[in-house]
């Protein structure tokens, strides 16, 4: 048994699914003979594809964004044709009778033991060009799930070092039961993609690679953290018990979909969902949400083949507004930088990237880029028979006055614009996503120059407690209930109510049951999360008055730790709602 965090309740039993590294089971055994002229015309025909893809998306990111940005694909065809590199490649097909992939791999490995000698920090920094351009590669010879001739039938379990948001559409063409990562906390990538489909999912597991293989059997319970690699048959017995438990429990809160979001005295509550796609805004109204609360349009750009231009991504919006409910969708612009980058805006190596070029600090600096997709996004307002979609703007990282003054101003001449082009432009609300700090403390002055407002308690969590949410050697800090983060909410939700306008929490803790009655002791009625918890949160409320959420607040916020907050609060939960407890998680 190992542990690690919990970061998606439930229980599930199945056959484990290795990704290493960037490279899915490259093939290790030695090519027969006369498999090696065949293996090395697949890489050929990889390079000539990767070669088209290099050549399209300088084109297109040059007209779009800038010469100066589509260099990189300039210096990624150059690795491509590069002599050596493409000798090292062949040279591990012929002499070693390797798989392209595997190739791949140990030339990657070559390469990296190469650059990270170097003194020079731009040379050592290049092997992230080279790192792409292998990737590009590998993805033409086979997809991010490929299967050896040993398939693993049924749903599996991922278990990977860690998920990356461009392996997140490859997910979709596999049954994925569970997930479990050696790196990460409960807000990171794998997470929250767990979570958006209901799947249990536990991760910092260190070193899980090394004690699992293909086709062992793997328990992951993700309320607890624990997860059983190759457990006998009674533990396996035990666990495929409360499997049936979960899934059963699951199939009941479903059928609540079409039933009001109201608690036990009335009040109603607003459900809304966060999606990355069409088939998640599906997923929301099968769920029975109220709207979109957060559309993270990042990953549109991350899972592109190359640049959505102004009428891509205005088909993709209106996509999404016809799949959602109500056609009610809060978009949020471009959070890109940290871990998610797309290279044509630049992934230069930061000491801390997650508090430096990220987010609206870098749509400031692509102001033509960034422009292109607020066009977009008024546009997408209108819907294709003419009628008005419930469409909002949202901003992300808002540090400061200025900042929030100065994106209104964009809205405000790409309306003009538009209206100057004779297209009918509506009225699109502006918000901003509240999660860095210094924005929680001067909110009121925020509040003059906004619609609305959207709490990200993922990144607001991790700025104050000064904790990377993806660390799992920090993750004890990096908690949503911790009395300091409870204390910043509470401020915040206030000061929007006081202001009149309208606040919503949209982070992955606006599905936690613990922190959901916490915030409807705070006065918040409206909150958006995975799809999948929507049915469970409905519930939840079901079983609450408003008196009792204040008495539990009140008794939340007298305890001085993050531990004692979190006991206080799951003993909470069974007296509330027993029936939930198998998908109640820290």
């Keep these: 048994m190992r542990k690690g965090i919990a970061v998606s309740p439930g229980v599930v039993v199945g056959k484990a699914y290795c990704i290493h590294d960037i490279f899915v089971n490259p093939k290790t055994r030695r090519l027969a003979e006369d498999s090696i002229f065949a293996e090395l015309r697949r890489y050929e025909i990889a390079r000539e594809r990767t070669a088209a893809d290099l050549h399209a998306l300088h084109q297109k990111v040059a007209s779009q964004v800038g010469a100066e940005q589509a260099a990189v694909f300039h210096a990624h065809e150059t690795i491509l044709h590069d002599p050596a590199f493409t000798a090292k490649v062949r040279a591990r097909i012929v002499d070693h009778h390797e798989a392209a992939p595997a190739a791949l791999e140990h030339v990657l490995a070559e390469y990296t033991a190469l650059f990270t000698r170097m003194e020079d920090e731009y040379l050592r920094e290049r092997l992230v060009d080279v790192r792409d351009v292998i990737i590009r590669l590998s993805g033409h010879l086979s997809p991010v799930l490929s299967q050896d001739p040993e398939t693993i039938s049924g749903p599996i379990v991922l278990v990977a070092s860690e998920l990356l948001p461009s392996q997140v559409v490859a997910l979709g063409q596999r049954e994925v039961a569970g997930i479990v990562t050696q790196s990460g906390g409960q807000t990171s990538h794998a997470a929250i993609l767990a979570r958006s489909r209901g799947i249990p999912a536990v991760s910092g597991v260190p070193g899980i690679l090394r004690t699992v293989k293909n086709g062992d059997t793997v328990v992951v319970d993700g309320s607890s953290g624990h997860v059983i690699v190759n457990p006998d048959s009674e533990t396996e017995s035990a666990y495929r018990k409360l ?28 459900l809304l969902a966060n999606i990355n796609n069409v088939e998640d805004a599906r997923a ?21 083949s190359s640049v959505p231009d102004e009428e891509e991504q205005l088909a993709a919006y209106r996509a999404i507004i016809e799949a959602s409910p109500h056609n009610r969708v809060c978009i949020r612009t471009l959070d890109l930088g940290g871990d998610k980058t797309i290279p044509y805006l630049g992934h230069d190596r930061e000491a801390n990237p997650f508090m430096g070029w990220r987010s609206i600090r870098l749509s400031f600096e692509h102001p033509q880029f960034f422009t292109t997709q607020i066009r977009a996004i008024v546009r997408s307002a209108r819907n294709t028979d003419g009628s008005q979609a419930d469409v909002r703007i949202m901003f992300p990282m808002i540090t400061t006055l200025e900042e929030i003054r100065r994106v209104r101003a964009m809205v405000h001449r790409v309306r003009r614009a538009l209206s100057a082009e004779r297209e009918v432009v509506d009225s699109v609300p502006i918000g901003l996503m509240l999660e860095v700090p210094a924005a929680a403390v001067s909110i009121e002055s925020l509040l003059d120059v906004v619609d609305f407002v959207s709490i990200g308690s993922n990144d607001l969590v991790q700025y104050l407690m000064a904790a990377d949410r993806d660390n799992p050697k920090v993750s004890h800090l990096c908690q949503p209930l911790s009395p300091p983060v409870l204390k910043v909410l509470a401020s915040v939700i206030a000061a929007c109510h006081r202001a009149r306008k309208p606040v919503t929490l949209c982070g992955e803790m606006a599905g936690h049951p613990r922190a959901f009655v916490l915030l409807i002791g705070m006065g918040l009625r409206s909150f958006s999360m995975s799809p999948a918890f929507i049915p469970l949160i409905k519930d939840v409320a079901r079983h609450l008055t408003i008196p009792d959420a204040e008495d539990v607040l009140a008794g939340a916020l007298r305890l001085k730790t993050t531990s004692a907050v979190n006991r206080f609060m799951a003993d909470q939960i069974s007296r509330l709602a027993p029936n939930l407890r198998i998908l109640d998680s820290a």
């Design 243 to 270: 499997q049936r438990e979960f899934v059963h429990l699951k199939d009941v809160l479903a059928e609540n979909r079409d039933l009001p979001a109201v608690t036990a005295d009335g009040v109603p509550i607003e």
């Design 284 to 304: 929301a109204a099968a769920m029975g949400a109220a709207g979109i609360g957060l559309f993270r349009t990042e990953y549109l750009f991350l899972t592109h």
